[in-house]
């Protein structure tokens, strides 16, 4: 039987489940504040998806000031959308890279399919680089 409890955090936090099997659903809103803040799923089975023009994320109500995402072993499974202004993608990893390298910088890692929002985005990726998902934009 599961207990709900409020959790209040600050600085580095870490959840560990109990074996295979364990899922973690938050219902709470997940706010990074400032500087760099890092949302981790390596360790997450499963797809992920997160949208930058939502604030949604897998496992999450919302999700707010963060500018660095990390997906799991399963890229192909995973899908990061962009906000809706007008992005450049500079993939220069299998999988990885940043948005918007010369504004405020999105850096993502272990994301094969990359959406962009509504207005212009343009997708810069490096030789040798590839993509284990899908690139749509405007």
Known sequence: QATAR???????????GAGSGTAFSFIND?????????LDYSGFAGAI????????A?????????NDFVGNATPGSNSLTGQNIANTWDITADNAGTIN???????????????????VDEFDIADGVSLAG???GN
């Open 58 to 66: 897998t496992g999450t109500s919302s999700i707010t000031n963060f």
């Open 101 to 119: 390298p010369l504004g405020t910088p999105v850096t993502f890692a272990g994301f094969g399919s990359l959406q962009g929002g509504t207005l």
């Open 30 to 38: 997940f706010d990074g504040g400032t500087g760099t803040n890092t």
């Open 49 to 56: 998806a997160v949208n930058l023009q939502t604030g949604s």
């Open 134 to 136: 899908t690139v749509a």
């Open 6 to 16: 409020k959790l209040a955090t600050k600085g580095w936090l870490s959840w560990a």
